[in-house]
């Protein structure tokens, strides 16, 4: 079983910023996509940005702008740089990485942006 350990989260006010990291907690080859995913409470979990292993990103609708997603591929690790965060944004962020046909998650971090 490999996981990755995604970090990062916490209590932030709104137009604040933090930073998600993921590093793998085992060893992983031959990764290639990356991403990052976020549930809020009584939602489903949705994508929010993905990065190819030749850097190519891909971003939802509603973070364009405010987050980057970069990767360090000697580290196998992917970060989520969220900037000017907004309420909406509160929810449990997971990190996600593709090797061949087998897709590793980490086990998520909180996020709740609140005055």
């Known amino acids: 079983q490999v996981q990755l350990a995604d970090s990062g989260g916490g209590l932030v006010q709104p137009g604040g910023s933090l930073r998600l990291s993921c590093p793998p907690s085992?060893?992983?080859?031959?990764?290639?996509?990356m991403g990052w995913y976020r549930q809020a409470p009584g939602k489903q979990r949705e994508l929010v940005a993905v990065i190819s292993s030749g850097g190519s990103t891909d971003y939802a609708d509603s973070v364009k702008g405010r987050f980057t997603i970069s990767r360090d591929n000697a580290k196998n690790t992917v970060f989520l740089q969220m900037n000017s965060l907004k309420a909406e944004d509160t929810a449990v962020y997971y990190c996600?990485?593709?090797?061949?046909?087998?897709?590793?998650w980490g086990q998520g971090t909180q996020v709740t942006v609140s005055s």
């Open positions: 085992g060893s992983i080859f031959s990764i290639n996509a």
């Open positions: 996600k990485a593709r090797s061949g046909d087998t897709d590793y």
